[in-house]
């Protein structure tokens, strides 16, 4: 079993930044594939970024691509998304997820793990 645990979230103006970060329990986090997604009210569930277990490769939804940043700390068990040049439609609850086949995939389906969210509020 793995608890995943968001932070960073919070209000920002457009074109703002902020870090979320994830922190993992457990002892096989670098095995794991981990993914950030995000809800916004009345929406689905969308896909944000992944990154693999094995190479680190990334993968980002159109959206957000070349604004927003992945990366892992094996060391620390965490993950983090670096947001840059945030919109109002970035608006959401942001939840990271961790996916035991290590594939960091865009299919909220292949996650196993989910923590419970952080909010993140763009104003414009």
């Known amino acids: 079993q793995v608890q995943l645990v968001e932070s960073g979230g919070g209000l920002v103006q457009a074109g703002g930044s902020l870090r979320l970060s994830c922190a993992a329990s457990g002892r096989t986090f670098s095995s794991y594939g981990m993914g950030w997604f995000r809800q916004a009210p009345g929406k689905a569930r969308e896909f944000v970024a992944a990154?693999?277990?094995?190479?680190?490769?990334?993968l980002y939804a159109d959206s957000v691509k070349g604004r927003f940043t992945i990366s892992r700390d094996n060391a620390k068990n965490t993950v983090y998304l670096r947001m840059n040049s945030l919109k109002p439609e970035d608006t959401a609850v942001y939840y990271c997820?961790?996916?035991?086949?290590?594939?960091?995939?865009?299919?909220?389906?292949?996650?196993?793990?989910w923590g419970q969210g952080t909010q993140v509020t763009v104003s414009s």
């Open positions: 997820a961790a996916d035991r086949q290590g594939a960091g995939s865009d299919y909220y389906a292949a996650y196993d793990y």
């Open positions: 990154i693999r277990r094995i190479g680190g490769s990334t």
